[in-house]
Each structure stands twice: as C-alpha cells, then as structure tokens.
C-alpha cells in the first residue's frame, strides 16, 4: 500500500510524502505540501495498481526524443517504403515540437494547436500539409505513444481521438480510349507498350517496372503481377506487391500484346526487365516521370496527369466494358469487393438505371392486379 508521512523541512514548512512501490518492486515517493493532495495521489495509486495500470512516475520524465530512439529500432511488420515514410514523418513534424518534451507531460491542448498547426499554410507559420499527411503524421505519434502506454511509461495516452482534419476526396482521373491512344503515340515509345498494360491491366507503377518477361505470356495474353519495385532514400529494391490479393493473374487485350511483342524481340532473357531504363537498368520514378512522362503528358493535352490515373482509366475500362465488382477487384488487386464499390462505385450507372426499372415494373404489376 501506499504510505504517507509528514515531514518537516528546515524552513518550518510542512510537506506530506507519498512512499509506494512500483510493479518492479522498487520504491518511489512524490511529494505534495498538502494533506488532501497526498491523500489523493495515495488513493489514485492504490485503484492503479488493483486495475493493474500502476506506472512509475520517472519513466514518464523520458522525452519524446528519448522515446522514439528506444521503441523505433522494435518496430516491425512495415513495408521498407511505408517505415522510411513514417520515419521521415516524425523527424519532419513531430520531433520539431515534441522532441525535449518529457511522456508525461504532453498536453492535449497542445496537441490540438499542433496538428492545426500543421494543417495550416505556409503563409500562415503552417507546414501546409494536405489533410491526408496530417493524419498519417499523427499516426504515427499515436503508434508511438500507444507503445509507451503498453510499456507503462504514460497512464493514458492524450493522441487517442483527436480531432484530424477531414480528408475530402478528390474527383479520379479517367482517360478515354482515344486519350490512351494519344498519349501511347507521343511518349517516348520504347514506353508506348507501358502506357497501354497500364491503362488496360490496371498494374501500379512499381508492379509495372519490375515486371519481367517471365512473367509475361504473349500466347496466352497473361501477365503474373508477383515483384513490385521500390525507392527508399535512393535505394531500389524488388519485394511482394503491397497485399496478398495484390499478387495476382491478368489477362490483357491482344493488341496490347501486340505492343508488348515489339519490345520482347531485343528481350532474350526471362529475367530482363520489360521496362527498363536505356542502360538496361531499373527505371527510376522520380527520372521517369521528370525525362519521359511530363513531356508526353503535355504533347498529349492531357496536363496534369499522373501515372497512377492509368490504373484509374483501366478499372474505369473494365466496368465500361462490363466487369462485375469481384471481377474488378481481383483484377486490380484490391482486398476486397467493398473498396472497388467505394471508389468506383458511381462508374456502375447501368445497374441504377436497372434498378429502377425493376422497382417500376413491380410497382406497376402490383397496381395492374387491384381490383376495380
């Protein structure tokens, strides 16, 4: 139990201390110069320590800069991309702010000006980031604090359910066929057959440059999506795709096989790259899109476009051309069906506008048979 007694200090005043024992065994003591806030503090680490939730006050004197060097290097189960990206998120935005400040001692209200604070523009002393960085920013303070919580360096932690900015969805790029065409005709084309295997196979950029021509059967028009490429700090490196679902068999249109057999003539080798760089190299994104796609983009009329609008134009394809939502999802590699509903779903006119006739004619059939 926690123990308090009354102490007398050189200059006569009365202090109270509150001697206790922490879930080591080790014993610690606080110091109040009232009676009631002594009785208090005692009673509040009796109820921790029955609910099991007793933490020693000294851990919580760790900065957040002590906090993140310890528990980060522990951290597992991220995509290199994903833990370079995190990484770079909390010594960018948060370290700036919090780093000497103590676990303890971060206050909600501060958290709350700071997230403003990142949420609002430059011109203003924000950093001007996008709602959708904000909240991967605070996603990973929150994952921080979360483990100081279990650990039992904090009794609470003052991120859960904070306020974020609301990311507000914007309008998907879809090219229509003849725009697919214009583009194949104006980009470099030795990546005319890039532009068409992504605007109808619905591959994602890194799937695209690290495909092989083993993986590619032009007689059978299948294309195994297994490998994706990834840019971490200037390191390139071949790994699965992001998800299970997102390995994955499609099949394309002849004609983009066509394209593809054009290339595959100066490919002796299963393990060549596809699409590769003209040192016979991985492509760099950030070199591709600068030397290559930009130029194309605005030759076609087509600015501003991004690569990842292809995959948008493919899914758009497919459902123009009939696919079902199981049909799109596999095709794409997305999780589930529920995710192609919530992002395509509005490309699905025709089953509305069936809908609606259905509920007519069995409104009209009903009414058809009252009598009189």
């Known amino acids: 139990m926690a123990s308090i007694r009354r102490k007398q200090l050189v200059d006569g005043t009365t202090t109270y201390l509150v001697r206790f024992r922490v879930v080591d065994g080790t014993e610690r003591s606080k110091q109040f110069r009232r009676k009631r806030d002594a009785d208090a503090y005692a009673n509040l680490i009796e109820v921790d320590r029955a609910a099991g939730s007793a933490v020693d006050p000294r851990l919580g004197r760790t900065t957040v800069s002590q906090w993140w060097d310890e528990w980060w290097p522990t951290v597992t189960n991220l995509r290199r991309t994903t833990y370079a990206r995190d990484e770079q998120y909390f010594r960018s935005h948060v370290l700036p702010t919090y780093a000497n400040v103590s676990l ?30 904000v909240q991967k920013v605070v996603q990973v303070f929150n994952k921080c604090l979360r483990a100081a919580l279990e650990d039992r360096r904090i009794t609470s932690n003052p991120l859960d359910h904070l306020p974020l900015p609301k990311i507000e969805r914007k309008e998907m790029r879809f090219l229509t066929v003849d725009e697919v065409w214009t583009l194949a005709d104006n980009i470099d084309q030795r990546y005319r057959a890039f532009v068409l295997v992504a605007s109808y196979g619905g591959l994602r950029l890194g799937e695209l440059l690290a495909l092989r021509w083993g993986r590619v059967n032009l007689l059978s028009r299948q294309v195994d999506v297994v490998e994706t490429l990834t840019d ?7 790994g699965p795709p992001k998800t299970r679902a997102a390995v994955r068999q499609i099949t394309l249109p002849r004609f983009v096989c066509d394209e593809l057999a054009i290339l595959a003539v100066d490919r002796p080798s299963s393990d ?9 190299y991985f492509v760099r994104a950030g070199l ?7 130029d194309a983009v605005k030759k076609s009329g087509l600015d501003p476009l991004r690569i990842h609008d292809l995959r948008h134009t493919a899914i758009s394809l497919w459902i123009a051309a009939g696919a079902n939502h199981k049909q799109v999802a596999v095709r794409a590699g997305h999780t589930s069906v529920s995710v192609v509903l919530d ?11 069936e809908l609606i006739d ?13 009598p009189g």
């Open 104 to 133: 303890a001692r971060i206050d909600r209200t501060d958290l709350r000006r700071w997230v403003q604070k990142l949420s609002a523009a430059k011109a203003d002393g924000g950093s001007g980031l996008a709602p959708a960085t």
């Open 232 to 238: 971490v700090n200037g390191h390139l490196a071949v």
């Open 272 to 280: 060549d790259l596809v699409f590769r760089s003209p040192d016979g």
């Open 288 to 294: 591709f899109r600068q030397r290559i796609w930009h």
């Open 343 to 353: 992002r395509y779903g509005h490309l699905y006119p025709k089953h509305d506008d």
């Open 358 to 370: 259905n509920l007519q004619q069995r409104a009209t059939a009903s009414r058809q048979q009252l």
